[in-house]
C-alpha cells in the first residue's frame, strides 16, 4: 500500500506535522496544480536512469533520491542514506521518512517556504528555463550521535513529462564543509548554464508568506518606480536620494534577482510576485 503522502514529500519540500499545517497546505495545493496523463509517463526512463544515478551514489559517496511529482512518492533512492548521517541500521534505507524526521524543525519549515517560492516561479518559466536551475540547500539534520550536523541537498529536474510538467526530481545529498550551528538554513537557486545565482532569505514562522528572494523594501520599490518606466534620475528626485544610492540598489537587485539588466529584472520579480 502506498504511504501517505504527507509522509513522502522530498527533503527540501517537507515539514515536520506541527502548527504549520497552513503552509503545508499552499505548498501541496500548487503541487496539484500540474496535470497528468498516466498513460502518457514512460518510467522505463526512470528504469534507464537508475544504473548512472547508483554510480553517482557511489563515487560522490552521496546520498541521491528521484521524487515522482505525479505519484508524490520516492521512486528511487540509493542504500547509503544511512552512512551518509552516520547510521549503522538499515532503518533509514528501507523507509526514507527516517530521513525527513532528522531535518531540524525550524529549517524544515524554511524548506517548504522556498519549496513554494519555487514552484510559483517554475510554473511561469518556459521549458528551457526550467531545465537550467539548481535549488542548492543548506540545512541542519540530526545524525545517529543524536547531534546536528549540516548538510547540503542540491536539487534539479531530472525529467519533464511531455507536457513539460515537473515529472522526476533529482536530489543529492552531502556533508556540508560547514558546520556551523549558529546558522540556520541557506538557500540559493543556481543558473549551471549562466553561473547566475540568486539568494533565498532565511524564513521566519512569521504566518505571512512571502517570496523567498532578498530584497530589501527599498530594492523592491526602486524595482517598482523601473517598472513604471522611470529612470534613476527621476527615481532619485521621487524618493529624495542621490542617483549614486538608486544605482546602488539596482545594481543590488540585478545580483539578487540573477539578472542581466533591469528589463529582465522586473521580469523575474514579476513572476515571483515582488511586484
Same mark, same amino acid.
Do not use: C
Given at each position: 500500500?502506498?504511504?501517505?503522502?504527507?509522509?513522502?514529500?522530498?527533503?527540501?519540500?517537507?515539514?515536520?506535522?506541527?502548527?504549520?499545517?497552513?503552509?503545508? =497546505?499552499?505548498?501541496?495545493?500548487?503541487?496539484?496544480?500540474?496535470?497528468?496523463?498516466?498513460?502518457?509517463?514512460?518510467?522505463?526512463?526512470?528504469?534507464?536512469?537508475?544504473?548512472?544515478?547508483?554510480?553517482?551514489?557511489?563515487?560522490? +559517496?552521496? &546520498?541521491?533520491?528521484?521524487?515522482?511529482?505525479? *505519484?508524490?512518492?520516492?521512486?528511487?533512492? =540509493?542504500?547509503?542514506?544511512?552512512?551518509?548521517?552516520?547510521?549503522?541500521?538499515?532503518?533509514?534505507? *528501507?523507509?526514507? %521518512?527516517?530521513?525527513?524526521? *532528522?531535518?531540524?524543525?525550524?529549517?524544515?519549515?524554511?524548506?517548504?517556504?522556498?519549496?513554494?517560492?519555487?514552484?510559483?516561479?517554475?510554473?511561469?518559466?518556459?521549458?528551457?528555463?526550467?531545465?537550467?536551475?539548481?535549488?542548492?540547500?543548506?540545512?541542519?539534520?540530526?545524525?545517529?550521535? &543524536?547531534?546536528?550536523?549540516?548538510?547540503?541537498?542540491?536539487?534539479?529536474?531530472?525529467?519533464?513529462?511531455?507536457?513539460?510538467?515537473?515529472?522526476?526530481?533529482?536530489?543529492?545529498?552531502?556533508?556540508?564543509?560547514?558546520?556551523?550551528?549558529?546558522?540556520?538554513?541557506?538557500?540559493?537557486?543556481?543558473?549551471?548554464?549562466?553561473?547566475?545565482?540568486?539568494?533565498?532569505?532565511?524564513?521566519?514562522?512569521?504566518? *505571512?508568506?512571502?517570496?523567498?528572494?532578498?530584497?530589501?523594501?527599498?530594492?523592491?520599490?526602486?524595482?517598482?518606480?523601473?517598472?513604471?518606466?522611470?529612470? =534613476?534620475?527621476?527615481?532619485?528626485?521621487?524618493?529624495?536620494?542621490?542617483?549614486? %544610492?538608486?544605482?546602488?540598489?539596482?545594481?543590488?537587485?540585478?545580483?539578487?534577482?540573477?539578472?542581466? +539588466?533591469?528589463?529582465?529584472?522586473?521580469?523575474?520579480? =514579476?513572476?515571483? &510576485?515582488?511586484?
Amino acid at each position: 500500500m502506498r504511504k501517505k503522502i504527507v509522509d513522502n514529500i522530498p527533503t527540501n519540500l517537507t515539514m515536520k506535522k506541527t502548527d504549520d499545517s497552513d503552509i503545508f =497546505s499552499k505548498y501541496f495545493e500548487l503541487l496539484n496544480q500540474q496535470k497528468f496523463v498516466p498513460e502518457n509517463l514512460d518510467y522505463s526512463i526512470l528504469e534507464k536512469h537508475k544504473p548512472l544515478l547508483q554510480q553517482l551514489a557511489t563515487i560522490g +559517496n552521496s &546520498g541521491v533520491s528521484v521524487f515522482d511529482l505525479y *505519484k508524490k512518492e520516492y521512486v528511487f533512492y =540509493s542504500p547509503n542514506f544511512s552512512r551518509v548521517l552516520g547510521y549503522g541500521s538499515a532503518k533509514m534505507d *528501507k523507509e526514507h %521518512t527516517f530521513y525527513n524526521s *532528522k531535518v531540524h524543525q525550524d529549517d524544515a519549515f524554511g524548506l517548504t517556504k522556498n519549496a513554494i517560492t519555487l514552484l510559483k516561479l517554475f510554473y511561469q518559466f518556459s521549458w528551457d528555463e526550467k531545465a537550467n536551475y539548481k535549488l542548492i540547500n543548506e540545512f541542519r539534520m540530526e545524525n545517529a550521535d &543524536g547531534k546536528y550536523i549540516r548538510v547540503i541537498e542540491q536539487h534539479q529536474i531530472l525529467e519533464f513529462d511531455i507536457h513539460g510538467n515537473l515529472w522526476l526530481a533529482l536530489s543529492t545529498t552531502d556533508i556540508s564543509p560547514n558546520q556551523s550551528m549558529n546558522e540556520g538554513l541557506k538557500s540559493q537557486l543556481l543558473n549551471f548554464r549562466t553561473g547566475k545565482i540568486i539568494p533565498f532569505k532565511a524564513e521566519e514562522r512569521s504566518g *505571512k508568506e512571502e517570496p523567498g528572494i532578498a530584497l530589501t523594501n527599498r530594492e523592491k520599490q526602486i524595482l517598482q518606480l523601473v517598472k513604471d518606466g522611470l529612470l =534613476s534620475k527621476e527615481i532619485s528626485d521621487k524618493l529624495a536620494i542621490s542617483v549614486h %544610492t538608486v544605482n546602488t540598489h539596482r545594481q543590488r537587485f540585478l545580483e539578487k534577482l540573477g539578472a542581466n +539588466n533591469s528589463m529582465e529584472a522586473v521580469v523575474f520579480a =514579476s513572476r515571483l &510576485g515582488l511586484l
